[in-house]
């Protein structure tokens, strides 16, 4: 590859201007807070983890770790999610700590070289994990808090679906029994969403007709609790038969919680399965053609850092959702305060008290350049805040008339305050 | 079968591929019982409203039509297998609508014999590249754009993978089949999103086309 070019910057990696990053602080205090109203505490764990460690206990495949050596030669990755940092510390640091566990987290994630649709290599991840609840109300809680999360970041139409992989590990075992590598390639092909493989593939195993129609009508076993219903017949397996039942749960759960009309079951969805033990879900906006939220039930992860304990979470994808609440924020109130020399220590006080009382205010000599008077388009015709007030300021203050604004810096200010003392000649503008 | 009188709704944007498999596709389309009218590919539009069916077109060449479907510019598409497997996008593939079949296969001079350092020129270098690599073979892979079969004319390749239809164009340049890889037809995928979003839509034309497609056989 040619040397990059001065503007260039790696494929995959983005920078945010001012007005996308006040949209996505706000999109991320929203579901902060959110997730805090539901009892879940704030971590923070460091960008790199040993190769070792994290990295080998990540749900991310090898090749897509980002991994670099340290100044030993030991392997570090850059973290790429952060559910198993949050097990290594679940299991070190808050060893101590009683179960259950309610952490939550926003933080950049790392992926290597993905450099196809609208994959980052670096993207924000907002999320919960629930350590040490195998309950399915604990999986529950994590759907309605996911749906919680998406409606407080504004996300308007979305739809969750949930899945379980122990119901077709079950059900093919019982339809297969001890036939694992036929088995592991049905399974593959739905995990590679593809259903005419899929079929294909039941075609050629040769199956009785009762039980290849069986397999072949999990392709359609989508929809409410109903789908329970029909599903509990396909199988007498006792893990199918168990998966069903936890799902069952899950959904009057979440019924109770009044989130399940935005919830459709799907048997097919299936995570990847070195990685989720358990339910699984995934949340889809529209207008969106990826999916903004991820998780599920990870009960294997813990283990590996010496703490076995069943864990539950997700992780919404807050990059995506600010291509989809769009970036356009409410203009902010912005004052400019003018000054010379003489009346820099009035100006600067004045700054201050009004900064405490949660004011943008931005200072500077009026000598600057990039000060023009009224040449911007009128912000809006903003007057003095009342708390300005006081005889002895209203003489100094330049007040803008209506649809009046001065501009500063390639920024538009509708309040305008200046302090000339040296010389009068200065204030007129 | 009309879903004329329906309430208005949201179009489903269904991507279609220029061209041969387009006629097919929009024949099947019809059988199934969507209201499309027969002269559409006529215009050199590249977005057409069908609204009696319920859907817009996206008019796109074939090999971009994955890339649509998985940005979910467009929810749904018609594709072959052969850009499935070469583009390896993640997309939904829910039927096999049985047309435009042909096959991938391996093709060379009648006299071909194992070469020191073998090459093959191909269309599709990701689908290749795994097949030779699947059966132990270390092979130098070299994309081409169009007419293939020059390359072992010419000596630029000692083999080529390739879509073998009726096998006219081979016999005419002198060259054999040496390994039919796999068959190809053409998929109907979908979106992730659109999957679930759209899901009544997109299963109820599924079974739509499966029908029809039980009745073909």
Redesign the interface.
């Known amino acids: 590859m040619s040397k990059p070019k001065v503007f260039e910057k790696p494929v995959g990696v983005k920078d945010y201007l001012p007005l996308a990053v006040t949209k996505l602080r706000q999109i991320e205090r929203s579901v902060l807070d959110c997730m805090e109203g539901w009892g879940y505490e704030q971590i923070i764990t460091p960008t790199l983890e040993y190769y070792d460690t994290v990295g080998v206990a990540s749900s991310t495949s090898d090749q897509r770790l980002f991994k670099l050596l340290n100044n030993r030669g030991t392997t570090l990755v850059l973290r790429s999610d952060m559910t198993a940092p949050i097990a290594r510390v679940v299991a070190s640091l808050l060893r101590g700590h009683e179960f259950p566990l309610r952490l939550s987290y926003h933080a950049s994630v790392f992926r290597a070289f993905e450099n196809e649709?609208?994959r980052d290599a670096e993207f924000f991840q907002t999320g919960v994990e629930l350590v040490g609840d195998s309950s399915a109300e604990a999986d529950a809680e994590v759907i309605a808090l996911a749906i919680a999360s998406l409606q407080s970041a504004g996300v308007k139409?979305f739809?969750i679906?949930v899945g379980h992989v122990g119901f077709l590990n079950g059900l093919l075992e019982e339809l297969l029994p001890g036939r694992e590598s036929d088995q592991s390639k049905l399974k593959d092909y739905l995990l590679n969403?593809?259903?005419?493989?899929y079929?294909?593939e039941l075609k050629r195993l040769g199956l009785a007709e009762a039980v290849q129609r069986e397999l072949e009508g999990l392709l359609?076993l989508?929809g409410g609790r109903e789908v329970c219903e029909q599903a509990i017949e396909l199988s007498s397996n006792e893990t199918a038969r168990q998966s069903i039942a936890h799902l069952r749960q899950v959904w009057d759960a979440l019924e109770a919680y009044g989130v399940s009309a935005h919830v459709?079951i799907?048997l097919t969805m299936i995570g990847d399965f070195s990685y989720y033990t358990g339910m699984t879900f995934?949340g889809?906006?529209?207008d969106?053609?990826?999916?903004v939220v991820a998780g599920g039930r990870y009960d294997n992860l813990l283990q590996q850092f010496g703490r076995p304990a069943p864990a539950t979470g997700f992780a919404i994808k807050t990059t995506r959702v600010l291509e989809l609440v769009g970036e356009e924020s409410e203009p902010q109130r912005r004052i400019l305060i003018g000054y010379d020399s003489a009346g820099r220590r009035r100006a600067l006080a004045e700054a201050r008290r009004l900064r405490e009382s949660g004011a943008t205010v931005v200072t500077a000599q009026l000598e600057a350049p990039g000060f023009h008077h009224g040449d911007a388009p009128a912000t809006s015709g903003e007057r003095l805040p009342a708390t300005v007030g006081g005889e002895r300021l209203d003489r100094k203050a330049h007040r803008l008339s209506d649809g009046e604004s001065v501009r500063y810096g390639g920024q538009v200010y509708g309040v305008f305050l200046s302090f000339f003392e040296g010389n009068e000649k200065g204030a007129g503008l | 079968m009309s879903s004329g009188n329906r309430a208005p709704q949201e179009l489903l944007k269904v991507a279609m591929p220029k061209g041969r498999i387009y006629k097919q596709a929009s024949r099947l389309f019809r059988e199934a019982g969507l209201l499309i009218q027969d002269d559409l590919e006529d215009t050199r539009k590249l977005i057409i409203e069908v609204p009696d069916a319920g859907m817009e077109f996206i008019m796109a060449k074939p090999v971009d039509v994955p890339t649509y479907v998985e940005y979910g510019v467009a929810d749904i598409g018609v594709v072959g297998k052969d850009v499935l497997m070469e583009e390896n996008k993640d997309v939904y593939e829910l039927l096999d609508l049985g047309i435009a079949p042909c096959r991938m296969s391996v093709i060379g001079l009648p006299d071909w014999k194992p070469v020191m350092n073998p090459r093959v020129a191909t269309k599709y270098p990701n689908v290749a590249s795994q097949y030779f690599r699947e059966r132990g073979q270390q092979v130098e892979v070299i994309k081409l754009n169009g007419s293939i079969e020059l390359a072992p004319l010419i000596g630029l390749a000692d083999r080529i993978v390739d879509m073998v239809e009726t096998g006219q164009t081979l016999r005419d340049n002198g060259l054999v089949e040496m390994e039919p890889m796999f068959g190809v037809t053409s998929r109907l995928i979908a979106n992730r999103v659109s999957y679930r979003m759209k899901n009544e839509r997109i299963q109820s034309l599924c079974d739509r086309l499966q029908v029809t497609l039980s009745a073909r056989v």
């Open positions: 649709a609208g139409r739809r679906a969403r593809d259903h005419v493989g079929r294909d359609r989508r459709l799907d995934e889809y906006a529209s969106l053609g990826f999916p």
